[in-house]
């Protein structure tokens, strides 16, 4: 067998061919990758150039082309000069400030009135030196502005300032930034150095008496009428059947009728406590009512959850009237602290339903209520509050309590439903200690 070797020769044309196909292809490399560069130029100068800036800029490049297109000096110096303006406001804009800079709060968590303060931290651990830049850290609505000295080499700065507290709900604070700025305010750049942080400004609570003790005896859990063959509640003895566990054969009764006697009980089921917050705005006659029913409401539970008892923390909701459910709105209450941390952001609704259908939703949504708490303003009278507690299941104790900021502390029953009238916080624990030692 014999091989023969064969040379193919490429034509010249399709040599210059390839040749102008890889010049195009880089040259649209070369392109995309200016283009690219291109907009992140512009993305940076338009973070940095303030409205006032482009109005200058503007205005530099119209005077220049009337200038040197009617050939008039002054235009063209005016040109010049906000052309160098810009220039120089451009220098402001060189520099950190710091290498470091972090932002948190000593106590996340502080209540209505309390002192609250943020912490910050700028430090410097590298071998240059950093100059001054003003620090900017939002803190809700507002700015607050430091002026971050400069910081030589393993420096630091270590500054506090206040945050209000005056009322219930979640502040925002940060991220801080360091900001270089002209002093015309042609140029602006910011510089983010942390994430921001939120302070759970909780409502005021007060220590009241623990919830077991009077209004419901049943610590273990309450007898119902479901009989089961193993419980803690007797109810009675019957024959034994095949299937039944041993362990509750009654023996002394199986030796006098000859033939296996078991106990049976009475199913028992632990004991809920329900607090529900109305939300509805006519319920209440001002801001400050609203506030003092939302601390009765955290303070009874926060109590029930510190007696670890099952207790549900209701507040009004939306949806259509009979819907299971859609009427009402349950908080965590794992803890104290996020049952406050959802309290922060409670607020009343015009969409809210009232008062009777939020309790009939809260009936059918949590079986095994057997103390309910329902908390209110002085917009809801004594016909309205009545048709809340029968919208519950028979035998629920049903306590209400009216809040009036400020008023004479009152206790009143109402068709069977016991009427709690508190001026200020202090008269609730007044009230439900005299209930306990009544009960």
């Known amino acids: 067998m014999t091989f023969t070797q064969t040379r193919t020769s490429i034509p010249e044309e399709a040599k210059r061919e390839g040749l102008l196909a890889v010049v195009i292809g880089r040259a649209v490399g070369g392109i995309v990758a200016a283009a690219g560069v291109v907009a992140d130029w512009a993305r940076a100068v338009q973070g940095v150039v303030t ?28 040109g010049w000069g906000l052309v160098l303006l810009v220039a ?138 479901d009989l089961t063959a193993s419980d803690i509640a007797f109810h009675a003895l019957r024959e034994y059947v095949p299937g039944d566990d041993r362990r509750f ?32 705005p006519g319920a209440y006659a001002d801001d400050e009512e609203f506030e003092l029913a939302v601390s009765a409401a955290a303070s009874v539970g926060a109590r029930a959850i510190r007696d670890a008892r099952t207790v549900s923390f209701v507040v009004s909701g939306r949806g259509r009237v009979g819907a299971r459910g859609s009427g009402m709105r349950e908080l965590p209450t794992v803890s104290r602290d996020r049952l406050l941390d959802a309290l922060c952001v409670v607020e009343r609704d015009d969409a809210a339903l009232l008062l009777p259908d939020v309790a009939r939703a809260a ?33 629920v104790e049903a306590i209400a309590v009216q809040c009036s900021p400020g008023g004479e502390a009152t206790a009143r029953t109402v068709a069977g439903l016991t009427v709690f009238g508190i001026g200020y916080l202090e008269d609730l624990r007044a009230m439900l200690a005299r209930s306990a030692s009544i009960a």
């Open 363 to 395: 009936a059918e949504s949590l079986p095994g209520v057997s103390l309910a708490f329902l908390i209110t303003g002085t917009g809801r009278g004594a016909g309205a509050l009545r048709a809340a507690s029968s919208r519950l299941p028979a035998g």
């Open 51 to 78: 409205p006032l800036g482009w109005a200058v800029v503007a205005g530099a490049v119209a005077a220049l082309a009337v200038g040197y297109t009617w050939g008039w000096v002054e235009f063209i110096a005016i």
């Open 88 to 225: 120089v406001a451009s220098v402001w804009l060189i520099g950190r400030g710091a290498s470091t800079i972090e932002l948190m709060l000593p106590t996340p968590r502080v209540v209505v009135g309390e002192q609250a303060q943020a912490r910050l931290i700028a430090a410097n651990p590298g071998r240059r030196r950093f100059g001054g830049v003003q620090l900017e850290v939002p803190v809700g609505n507002k700015v607050v502005e430091r002026v971050l000295p400069g910081l030589p080499r393993g420096g630091a700065f270590d500054d506090h300032f206040k945050i209000p507290t005056e009322r219930r709900g979640i502040v925002p604070v940060g991220p801080a930034r360091t900001v270089r700025a002209d002093p015309i305010g042609l140029m602006r750049r910011e510089i983010v150095w942390s994430q921001s942080v939120d302070l759970h400004v909780h409502p005021r609570t007060i220590a009241i008496g623990t919830l077991s003790t009077g209004f419901i005896r049943d610590l273990e859990g309450s007898p119902t009428r």
């Open 249 to 280: 054969i009654h023996w002394k009764s199986t030796a006098k009728t000859g033939t296996f006697m078991v106990r049976q009980f009475e199913e028992t089921r632990r004991s809920r406590l329900m607090v529900l917050l109305d939300l509805e």
